[in-house]
């Protein structure tokens, strides 16, 4: 079954500014929360679908490539979409539980006394890394796996990203008795507002550390260089960003790591110009092969093509080389090499030269005789890519 648009699921216009966008997300949730809706398998498909719809549209990269790709864009190469149907109703909860604040009570799923603590302490999440990887013509007609050093955060090896010291044990936070979060009353003239805020003790993580990890300091992280590898599918084009996730800097003491973005940068090819999934090359050839005709040799990404150059070929006429272009991203099959000729004038002439133009000059068969559709370069363009 297709996905509905990001944008009709929360029900925000496409220029929708983030403000307006989380304010809708809330609603929606609060809506269809699972707390709200016991055993309503419909609810919480809706709770789902729009945290999958937030966790895209709240990222400006994600949301870009949703704007230019839609639902395609999200695929395993461009950074997962399937955020509500991949992850649990626990990483929802630890992801967007600060938006509720409390004005439930215990957090985001606290709808009532019964309401479960799932998303009471916070859960840390690693920041996203941003990359270039310069590509030629001929790694996006055919993919490209990349190797790449990347220098990142990573888990700590001695205290295995806890922050701790072997053997040392956590303490449960005295202030928020291990709950992560600490809530306020106060009395005001509407009566009395209950506020929920992150432990200012433990930041929020319930627990501390009574022995800290000399390598890491007790941040449960260190920076390293690590290599990663990259499958990069046929067709991409420059400035396409592709989101490898949980490839990013690792969470501080344990937690959810960032992705690594991916930033495709094409490399122009000496010979052939790209236009979409079309290429396009230039050739000239002299007067007297345009006049009597003759064979030639073109580039594609593929090694060269011999093509025919018919007697009397005017200049600016344009060949196809069909299926020799770029394959899409999105779409089977591949565009065409497109082949613009042009009759090259020389500058310089010898005297023999000159008498033998001379001869020809007034000859009836040298005179222009303009086509019934004189077209230019540009209007000729257009007819061969309709």
């Not at 930033?263 to 110009?273: A, C, G, N, T």
């Not at 040799?297 to 093509?305: D, N, R, S």
């Not at 070929?313 to 779409?331: D, E, F, I």
């Not at 001869?359 to 890519?385: H, I, T, W, Y």
């Amino acid at each position: 079954m297709s996905k509905r648009d990001y944008y009709e699921v929360l029900g925000v216009s496409r220029d929708a500014k983030p403000e307006e966008i989380k304010k809708a997300y809330r609603q929606k949730a609060l809506k269809y929360h699972p707390d709200k809706n016991p055993g309503d398998a419909t609810a919480e498909a809706k709770f789902k679908e729009a945290a999958e719809a937030y966790e895209v549209l709240r990222n400006p990269d994600k949301k870009s490539r949703y704007d230019q790709y839609g639902h395609a864009g999200m695929g395993n190469n461009f950074g997962g979409g399937g955020f509500g149907g991949g992850m649990s109703m626990e990483d929802i909860f630890s992801q967007f539980g600060d938006i509720f604040g409390g004005a439930f009570g215990g957090g985001f799923s606290g709808f009532g006394s019964g309401g479960s603590r799932r998303g009471s302490r916070r859960v840390n999440r690693g920041s996203n890394l941003r990359i270039k990887v310069k590509l030629n013509l001929e790694d996006i007609l055919k993919g490209a796996e990349k190797r790449i050093k990347v220098n990142k955060y990573v888990a700590c090896s001695p205290c295995r990203g806890t922050g701790a010291r072997d053997g040392s044990a956590f303490t449960t936070c005295s202030t928020c008795q291990g709950a992560g979060r600490v809530t306020r009353v106060a009395n005001t003239f509407l009566g009395q507002m209950q506020t929920t805020s992150t432990c200012p003790s433990c930041g929020g993580e319930g627990q501390s550390i009574q022995d800290k990890c000399s390598s890491c300091y007790g941040n449960g992280i260190v920076k390293e260089q690590e290599v990663i590898s990259i499958n990069i599918p046929p067709g991409v084009e420059n400035g396409m960003q592709l989101s490898l996730s949980g490839k990013g800097n690792a969470a501080a003491r344990g937690g959810v790591s960032g992705d690594l973005i991916v930033v495709i940068e094409e490399v122009p090819h000496p010979k052939l110009i790209r236009d979409g999934q079309n290429l396009l090359y230039d050739h000239h050839i002299s007067f007297p092969e345009a006049a009597l005709g003759t064979g030639i040799e073109v580039p594609t990404l593929e090694g060269k093509a011999r093509i025919k150059i018919d007697a009397g070929t005017q200049p600016g006429r344009v060949l196809r080389l069909k299926g020799k272009g770029l394959p899409s991203v999105n779409a089977y099959g591949r565009g065409d090499l497109l082949v613009n000729i042009n009759i090259w004038t020389p500058q310089k002439l010898s005297n023999e030269e000159k008498a033998m133009l001379e001869g020809l000059r007034e000859a009836e068969n040298f005179q222009p005789k303009p086509r019934q559709s004189d077209k230019s370069f540009f209007e000729r363009m257009k007819d061969v890519f309709q």
